[in-house]
């Protein structure tokens, strides 16, 4: 039978992939998981480390959804979103860094996002209104979904970012696509952006008549294609290697992912949860104790989160035991002192330039490593250096990191948004005038 959807509040109620994609967040506010999980035996066929990583990537989503999206729809979708690689670079004695930053906007949030959207695509071909995707954006996340529904027939995507609050670079990733892709620029903060995207939902009339969806990091269809580079990265070690992955965190997407990814067989020592100052998971770990709070400012600032999303993920995977959560996860917290320490000592040390993100994972690395020197430590590198170059030129001086191509063109490119006052009246006008 084809996979079915259930929702962490209320695990009787099932829903196809259409409604768990395209709804994002179920009605009862917990989030949708996969009623069943294809075991190891499924995924791992024989050869499964020789295949190409698209076909990795689609025989894992193929067990995974069993005949939701026909099998030879499904090997396009995952071959035209996994076009790019995702290399394991050596970089000390047992540790590598799996570099996720590949991808069109240089962040690991491209394997999602262009997913979901070809994904959203394929669901919607036969409807006969375009679906608006609206997201709002406090840097990364916009231009990752900007660029993944460039171009997606049938879709539109309009992006809220507050004015002056994203760096040049990212607002150019948001407007400077054109075509499909609105960027809306907010004269108000990252709060009313989400805020004037909460207020359109909660508009049903406008929401049924516009076709509204959301592409927020909650969407199981983001969440299951970062599951494949888990393997990709196993099957880059010697057969056999039971390696620990350490993950920077934020809203804990990229580490649910992992512990799907070993429910279908990844072999995996480990998890490592790193965190900067926004610590509530580490906390949790150590204490069993759940304390979400408000956010703090960081470098490392796509982990700024003082409520994770996928929390609730977390709990549902581990039947709510927070033992066994603690047996299968070690947290660790660093600052921004510590960070810029890092990312001076792993260029000292190994040549290696790393981003505030993965230096926040290489020090929790270390930290294992300290107490388990055999293992073979997996750092998940989130985003090329390149997205956070002043702090990059601060503690490494100018020149040294290099400014791929396709984020140093952009710099060249007219910036076209429409700017609009943080008002939800105004806001859905405008959206109004958009089915018009
Ligand atoms: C989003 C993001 C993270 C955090 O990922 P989560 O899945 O939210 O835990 C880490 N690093 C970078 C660069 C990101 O953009």
Redesign the pocket.
Known sequence: MAQRFYSTSSASEFVDLREAVLRSLPPDNGLYMPERLPGPEEVLQPGWRDWSFAELGYRIVSALFAGAVPEDTLREIVGESINFDAPLVTIAEKMHVLEL?HGPSL???DFGARFMARLMGWLTREDERDLVVLVATS???GG?VASAFHGVPGTRVVVLYPSGKVSDLQEKQLTTLGDNITALEVSGTFDDCQRLVKAAFLNRELSEELNLTSAN?INIARLIP?AFYYFHAARQLPEGAEPVFV???????????GLLARLMGLPVGQFVAATNVNDVVPAYLESGIYEPRSSLPTI?N??D?GA???FVRMLEIHQHQHGLMASRITGHRFDDDETRAAIRAVKADTGYVI?P??AVAYLAAKSWQADHPGDEMIV?E??HPS?FLDVMEEELGKGVVEIPERLACLAAREKEAVELPPEEEVFLDWLGQMSG
Do not use: E
Request: proline share 6%; aromatic share 8%.
């Open positions: 930053f962040a690991f949030k840097g990364d996340t990752a990091s970062q993950v920077p965190s934020g809203n804990f997407g990229n580490l649910t992912a490392s796509a982990m989160v994770p999303s996928n981003d993100h993965g998940l989130t985003a997205k």
